[in-house]
């Protein structure tokens, strides 16, 4: 699992409790219908595009390739963008996507495949 950014250590560091009760409420959520791990981290990280939020993107990748999606799945999740978000939002995040690929395929990581 990939590090995860300092500002989210240092808020469930500080406030241990309501960081406990926002990862209940991810868990449950995720636990509540029928979409496999894979297809919701490919989901999430879809609305993260949208949302032009360049951390979330990175996690969502790991996230998706953890679960078994290939690099080509993840690349057509963002192109899938490209006519909803517009030009520059699919660009932005194709490069926050391939940073996240490059770094997995050197470390021999599961971006290897496809």
């Known amino acids: 699992m990939a590090r995860l950014p300092r500002a ?18 991810g868990a449950l959520s995720h636990e509540a219908g ?9 989901v999430k990280l879809a609305m993260a ?7 979330a993107v ?8 953890a679960a078994g999606a290939t ?4 690349r057509h999740v963002v192109l899938l963008g490209l006519t909803t978000l517009g030009f520059p939002s699919t660009i932005a995040a194709l ?6 690929l490059k770094r997995a395929i050197s470390r021999g990581g599961k971006a290897r495949r496809r």
């Open 34 to 42: 029928p979409l496999n791990e894979k297809t919701r981290e490919l």
């Open 71 to 74: 690099p080509k799945e993840v």
């Open 95 to 100: 490069t926050w996507v391939e940073d996240v």
């Open 8 to 25: 989210y250590e240092a808020f469930k560091k500080s406030y241990p409790r309501i960081w406990r009760s926002y990862d209940q409420l």
């Open 49 to 55: 595009m949208g949302a032009k939020l360049e951390g």
């Open 58 to 65: 990175h996690s969502h990748t790991h996230k998706a390739l």
